[in-house]
C-alpha cells in the first residue's frame, strides 16, 4: 500500500484532505474521508472540515496517489542531514557579532 | 528490507533478532512520550487495542446521533433545534474523524461499518438509553459530553499519533456540546415547576449511567494496566470518574438540581469523594446488548446503511463512467 | 516496558488533577474560543417591517423553516455518513434563513420567531407545497433540493438588491448559502441520473413526483404586485431557473417528457394562502407538540 489507511475494494476510495487556515500559511494535513469521486470529495471535505471557518482553501488528493517514504529506512533516509551543521547559519559563529549578518 | 526508497509494500512481518530490534525502538519512543505514527512498526496487540478502541469510540459517536437525533424535529425553539442539529451533526464529524484515525491502522471503514450493523463491535453502552423528554438533551449533553469530554481530553496525548490529533479536533469541537447542556438545564430548572421537576427527572436517569461511562472499577479493568503502559490511556477508570464527580458537584447546586447519591460527600482523609456502590449489574446487562434500546439502534444504523445502498453504487457508477470517459477522451 | 503501579493504588486526587489540567492545557494549547469574534446570529436584525412585507417574509421564512425540517430527519439516516454532514449543513443554512426571516416578519405584530413558528395553526402557514413533500427516497430529496435551491438562489439574488434593506441583507447572506446548496442538489441529480439503471429510474420517478409543485413558486399575486419595486414578481424568475434547470436536466441526458406527467399537470398549491397538502399537518404537530405543552415556558 502506497499509503496508510488505503485499503482496496472500498466501495468509495479514502481521500486524504489538506486545509489552509488562512491566507499566507500553507496547506496542512487534516485528515482523510470517502468519496466517489474528486468532485464529492472536494465538497465533502468543506462540509466535514471547514463547520467552523477553519479553511480558505482545501485540497483532497486519493490516498493511493500519494507516495511515503519507508519508516523502516528511516535510519538510512534522514541521516545525512546529521552533522552537516555549515546548513545552518548558527554555525558560522565569528561573524555572530557582526552587525546586519 | 528493500533495495529502494519510496513506495513500497508494507514491509514484511520482522522475525527474530529483527523483532526484538524493532520492539526495543517502539518502546524507546513510548518512553520518550513520542508519538507511533502509521507506518511505524507496532507490535500485534498495540495494533489490535487501538482498532478495537477508536473503531468502538467511532461507532459511540455514530449510535450517539439517535438519542438526541430523536428531538431535532420537536425541539421547543428554533434556536435549541439548530444548536441541537449541529450536535448531532458534529457527532457524525467525530464518528468519519475516528474512523480515518482507524483506518490509518489497515482495517477499511466498510468493514467496520459491517462490524456495528452486524452487532459484532461494541459502542458505549450510554446510548442504549432511551430520550423520553427534552430534559434528556440538557442532561446528555451535561453528563454524558461531561463524562465523555473528562475521557477524551487526556486521549489527545494518546501515544497513537492520529488518534491523538483526531482527538484534539473533537475536544475543541465538543467544548459547546457541554455547555449547550448546561443551560439547556438550567433554563429548565428556573422555568415552570414542571420543567424543573423534568430537568431534575433526567439528571436521576443520567447520573450513575454517566459514571459507568469510565468503565469498571481499576480492580476489575484487566487492559488498563496495558493501555496506561502503551500510553493509550493515561489516567485509571476510578481517578477519571473521581475527578468528573468533583466538577458535577458545584455545578449542580448553580443548576439547583440534586445528584442522585445519598452518600455523596468528600472525604477529606482520604481526599476523595465517598458514593454508593454503582449498580454494575445494570451495567453488563447494557452492555451485553440487552439494553432498552440496543436492538433499536443498530436497525436504525442498519437501515441507513441498506437503504443508502443503491445510492452509494450510483455515484460510484457514476465515477466509474466518468472516468472511462476521461481516458478515452485522452 | 514501564512498570506499572498497582491499580488499587489511588494517588491523591489532587496529583491527579494537577496532571490532567497540565495535559488538557498541552493539548489544547491552541485553542481561542473565547476570542472568537461571533458573527450575527439573526441576518439584518434591527429593521421593522410593514404589514406587506412582514406577510412576504413569512412566505419565505416558512419555506426555508419547512425545507429545514424535512432535512432535519437524514441526520443519522443519510446514504454515507459524509452525506449526513452535507445535509445537515443545508439544513442548519435554512433554519437560519427562517429564523431571519421569521424574526423580521414577527417586528410588524410583536411576535417572536418562535411565536411564529410554533403556535400559528396549519392555515396561518404560507409555505409552498414544494416545501412540504416528503423526503421520499434519497432521490426525492435530491429532486425537491434541486428545484428549491434553483427557486431559491434566482429569488435572494433578486432580493439582494430589495430596497428594503432587512431583507436585502438576509438575502445577501442567503444567496450564497443557497448557492452552495444548489450545487450539491446538480452534484447528486447527475450521478443518480447517471449511475446505476436504479437510479437513474428512480431520479426519473421523483422528478416526476415532484415536478408539479413548480408552478406555484412562480405565481405572481396581489401581495407581490403590491410589492412591485421592492420584491421581485415572482414570474420574474422563472426564464432564469428554467435555463437553470435545462442545463442540469441537459447534463444528466434527461428530456422534460421523462418526467413531465401530462395526466396529472401542475398542482394548484394554495400554500401562498394557506391552503396547504396533506403533509404539512403532521409534520407540524411534530414540530410543535413540546412547545405548545407548556404556555409561556421559555427553553
Known amino acids: 500500500m502506497s499509503t496508510p489507511g488505503d485499503v482496496a475494494g472500498e466501495a468509495w476510495p479514502l481521500y486524504e484532505v489538506f486545509v489552509r487556515a488562512s491566507r499566507g500559511l500553507s496547506h496542512v494535513h487534516v485528515g482523510s474521508l470517502h468519496a466517489p469521486d474528486d468532485d464529492m470529495a472536494l465538497r465533502n471535505a468543506r462540509d466535514l472540515y471547514t463547520r467552523r471557518n477553519e479553511g480558505v482553501s482545501v485540497w483532497v488528493v486519493r490516498s493511493t496517489a500519494i507516495t511515503t517514504s519507508d519508516p523502516d529506512q528511516k535510519g538510512a533516509f534522514f541521516e545525512s542531514p546529521a552533522g552537516k551543521n555549515y546548513r545552518h547559519a548558527k554555525y558560522y559563529d565569528k561573524s555572530a557579532e557582526v552587525p546586519h549578518l | 528490507m528493500t533495495l529502494t526508497h519510496g513506495s513500497s509494500a508494507t514491509s514484511a512481518p520482522a522475525t527474530g533478532a529483527d523483532e526484538a530490534e524493532l520492539q526495543a525502538r517502539f518502546d524507546a519512543l513510548i518512553e520518550a512520550d513520542q508519538r507511533i505514527e502509521p507506518r511505524d512498526w507496532m507490535p500485534d496487540a498495540y495494533r489490535k487495542t487501538l482498532i478495537r478502541q477508536i473503531s468502538q469510540h467511532a461507532h459511540s459517536e455514530i449510535i450517539g446521533m439517535q438519542p438526541e437525533g430523536n428531538w431535532i424535529s420537536r425541539a421547543p425553539s428554533l434556536k435549541r433545534k439548530a444548536i441541537l442539529m449541529a450536535k448531532v451533526q458534529d457527532e457524525a464529524g467525530h464518528g468519519l474523524y475516528l474512523y480515518s484515525a482507524a483506518q490509518t491502522l489497515g482495517i477499511s471503514r466498510d468493514e467496520m461499518t459491517e462490524q456495528l450493523i452486524e452487532s459484532r463491535a461494541r459502542y458505549s453502552s450510554i446510548f442504549n438509553y432511551p430520550t423520553p423528554t427534552w430534559a434528556d438533551m440538557g442532561a446528555i449533553g451535561w453528563l454524558v459530553d461531561g463524562a465523555a469530554i473528562c475521557n477524551q481530553v487526556p486521549l489527545c496525548r494518546a501515544s497513537y499519533g492520529p488518534y491523538g490529533r483526531a482527538m484534539v479536533r473533537i475536544c475543541k469541537e465538543e467544548s459547546f456540546h457541554q455547555r449547550q447542556g448546561f443551560e439547556i438545564l438550567l433554563e429548565l430548572s428556573q422555568g415552570t415547576p414542571e420543567q424543573h421537576r423534568m430537568a431534575q427527572e433526567a439528571v436521576d436517569r443520567w447520573y450513575w449511567p454517566s459514571l459507568m461511562m469510565f468503565g469498571p472499577p481499576d480492580d476489575e479493568s484487566p487492559n488498563s494496566a496495558q493501555s496506561m503502559a502503551w500510553k493509550i490511556k493515561r489516567f485509571s477508570n476510578d481517578e477519571l470518574r473521581q475527578r468528573f464527580v468533583g466538577m458535577l458537584v458545584p455545578q449542580a447546586e448553580v443548576l439547583g438540581l440534586t445528584l442522585p447519591d445519598p452518600n455523596l460527600r468528600w472525604n477529606e482523609d482520604a481526599e476523595q469523594w465517598d458514593m454508593s456502590e454503582i449498580d454494575w449489574t445494570e451495567f453488563h446487562e447494557v452492555l451485553a446488548g440487552r439494553g432498552p434500546a440496543n436492538a433499536q439502534r443498530i436497525q436504525h444504523r442498519r437501515d441507513a446503511h441498506e437503504q443508502g445502498a443503491w445510492v452509494r453504487e450510483a455515484a460510484a457508477a457514476y465515477a466509474e463512467k466518468q472516468a472511462a470517459r476521461d481516458r478515452a477522451a485522452a | ?299
Open chain 3, 1 to 299: 516496558m514501564s512498570p506499572q503501579p498497582p491499580a488499587n493504588e489511588r494517588r491523591s486526587a489532587a496529583a491527579v488533577d494537577a496532571q490532567y489540567e497540565a495535559e488538557a492545557a498541552e493539548a489544547h494549547g491552541d485553542v481561542t474560543v473565547d476570542e472568537l469574534d461571533l458573527a450575527a446570529e439573526l441576518a439584518g436584525a434591527g429593521g421593522t417591517a410593514s404589514e406587506d412585507v412582514a406577510e412576504y417574509a413569512l412566505r419565505l421564512g416558512d419555506d426555508a423553516l419547512i425545507l429545514s425540517q424535512r432535512l432535519g430527519w437524514w441526520i443519522s439516516r443519510a446514504p454515507e455518513l459524509e452525506e449526513d454532514m452535507a445535509l445537515g449543513n443545508i439544513a442548519l443554512d435554512l433554519l437560519g434563513h427562517a429564523r431571519s426571516l421569521l424574526h423580521y416578519a414577527g417586528t410588524a405584530s410583536g411576535r417572536s420567531e418562535d411565536d411564529l413558528a410554533y403556535w400559528r395553526d396549519e392555515p396561518e402557514f404560507r409555505c409552498a407545497w414544494l416545501f412540504q413533500q416528503p423526503n421520499g427516497d434519497f432521490a426525492h430529496t435530491i429532486a425537491r433540493g434541486v428545484i428549491a435551491s434553483a427557486y431559491m438562489q434566482e429569488l435572494y439574488t433578486a432580493l439582494s438588491t430589495s430596497t428594503d434593506a432587512t431583507l436585502a441583507a438576509i438575502a445577501a447572506k442567503a444567496v450564497k448559502e443557497v448557492a452552495y446548496h444548489r450545487d450539491h442538489a446538480v452534484q447528486w441529480t447527475l450521478r443518480l441520473a447517471g449511475g446505476t439503471e436504479e437510479s437513474r429510474a428512480r431520479m426519473l420517478v421523483a422528478l416526476t413526483d415532484t415536478w408539479p409543485y413548480t408552478d406555484e413558486l412562480f405565481r405572481d399575486d396581489a401581495l407581490t404586485e403590491r410589492l412591485a419595486g421592492v420584491v421581485p414578481a415572482p414570474s420574474s424568475l422563472r426564464p432564469a431557473f428554467d435555463e437553470v434547470l435545462g442545463a442540469v436536466l441537459a447534463e444528466a441526458e434527461i428530456a422534460e417528457a421523462d418526467f413531465t406527467n401530462r395526466k396529472i399537470g401542475q398542482s394548484s398549491g394554495g400554500g401562498r394562502h394557506g391552503n396547504h397538502s396533506t403533509h404539512l399537518g403532521p409534520l407540524l404537530a411534530e414540530m410543535q407538540v413540546l412547545a405548545r405543552r407548556h404556555p409561556g415556558a421559555t427553553w
